[in-house]
């Protein structure tokens, strides 16, 4: 209850009771009696709103922190009554970021200043009542998202006081990137591996996993991790480390000098972050090591670039697509000093793939340090753009992908 509330019921009761008293005085029995019922039902009001938040808990939570970027997810608002005073009309709101839609849009308020959205629902609780209300959510973009701040409102039912209460505890959410089936790739195998691979491998290590994937009929009971299957909600399979090292390099390039406000170039890098989260997700269900690293700038690490070291231990596909979900559209440091530094890194006769968003135009220090690449490693360019354009570096294999279509309408990833 407010300051100012106070003070108007405070004013507002000695005038009625000045008002009472008078009455009485002048022998006026009806008015006085109106007078002490409007009394009486104004200091009902005062202690409703006085208590109402006392021994009143509500909890937000979200049935997992990190999703796909189609998952379904569901947002929980829980509120508990601890005492004999029930509640009525009690409203939590909460401050809901853009890039996430609720199915029943009812409780959606979309704010005019584009800084989010907010969500608004109304409880009616009796004495020592729980009431634990579920909403579907739908993530439409990748990025972390923070549901907060939230707050609770109670207005008395007399509509004489307001009531707020602040809740700080923020609610985090990773939405990885949209991962599509490829086309295509059975020619990206072939060129960089010499044949085509068979799925699987002949010898596992065992005690050397590298995440977990979701169960296919064809998986062993023993390969069956339950601590996942539980976290998941979804059967889990181990991902044994094969007994070599296969690695694959991965590159994902968005030159400084392009315009990253324009929707036509955000689009194109929007694809390019969708090839390299869908040859991830592939490899890793493959069992390959993947090293990953890009020029774009982090949420996560800031103007460094990320690290291309990932922790086996704590899932490689989820660690890969993380930091895919956390970069942003722009760039300040050219790919090729990214790729001249990690290069003495890079055992020979490795496996690189390097996806950019960059067009058919000369940039003779790139090519020059691609082809230097190639002399080391099998090595592949993705590029990301105009279909019809030919290739710029002799002696090096390139794909395409269409960066002409709308990355949100996309289905398949097919390279040409």
């Not at 602040?166 to 010499?194: H, M, N, R, S, W």
């Amino acid at each position: 209850m407010g300051r100012a509330d106070r003070i108007g019921g405070i004013l507002f009761a000695g005038l009625l009771g000045a008002a009472a008293l008078a009455a009485g005085l002048k022998g006026h029995f009806p008015a006085l009696a109106a007078a002490v019922l409007t009394l009486m039902a104004l200091g009902l009001a005062y202690l409703w709103n006085r208590f109402v938040f006392r021994k009143l808990t509500v909890e937000r939570s979200l049935n997992r922190q990190f999703t796909e970027f189609d998952g379904e997810m569901t947002y929980t608002v829980t509120v508990t009554n601890r005492k004999l005073l029930p509640i009525l009309g009690l409203r939590v709101e909460d401050s809901i970021p853009n890039g996430i839609e609720f199915a029943d849009s009812s409780v959606l308020t979309i704010r005019k200043d584009g800084a989010g959205n907010s969500f608004r629902d109304y409880f009616q609780l009796h004495w020592y009542e729980k009431v634990r209300r579920v909403y579907e959510i739908c993530p439409i973009k990748r990025g972390r998202f923070q549901f907060g701040p939230s707050s609770l409102h109670y207005s008395d039912p007399f509509g004489f006081f307001v009531n707020r209460k602040d809740l700080t505890q923020p609610l985090q959410l990773i939405v990885f990137p949209k991962v599509l089936p490829v086309e295509g790739i059975g020619a990206l195998d072939t060129y960089l591996f010499g044949s085509k691979p068979q799925e699987g491998w002949i010898y596992t290590d065992p005690l050397n996993l590298v995440g977990t994937r979701p169960y296919q009929m064809t998986d062993s009971a023993q390969m069956i991790n339950w601590k996942a299957t539980a976290r998941h909600a979804q059967m889990q399979v181990n991902v044994e480390k094969p007994s070599f090292d296969q690695e694959v390099y991965l590159f994902l390039d968005h030159p400084p000098e392009h315009d990253w406000w324009q929707s036509a170039i955000h689009n194109k890098l929007e694809i390019g972050i969708i090839t390299a989260a869908s040859l991830i997700h592939r490899y890793s269900q493959r069992g390959f090591q993947i090293q990953f690293q890009s020029n774009l700038v982090s949420r996560l690490y800031g103007l460094k670039t990320a690290p291309v070291r990932v922790d086996p231990r704590h899932g490689q596909r989820t660690q890969l697509l993380t930091n895919l979900a956390l970069l942003q559209s722009f760039s300040v440091k050219a790919m090729e000093q990214i790729l001249n530094r990690e290069l003495p890194k890079i055992r020979p006769g490795s496996t690189v793939i390097v996806i950019t968003t960059r067009e058919g135009q000369k940039n003779q220090a790139f090519e020059h340090t691609i082809a230097k690449l190639a002399r080391r490693c099998r090595t592949v360019l993705i590029r990301v753009g105009d279909l019809e354009m030919e290739n710029t570096i002799k002696g090096i294999k390139e794909f395409r992908v269409d960066g002409r279509v709308g990355w949100r309408e996309m289905e398949t990833l097919e390279l040409l």
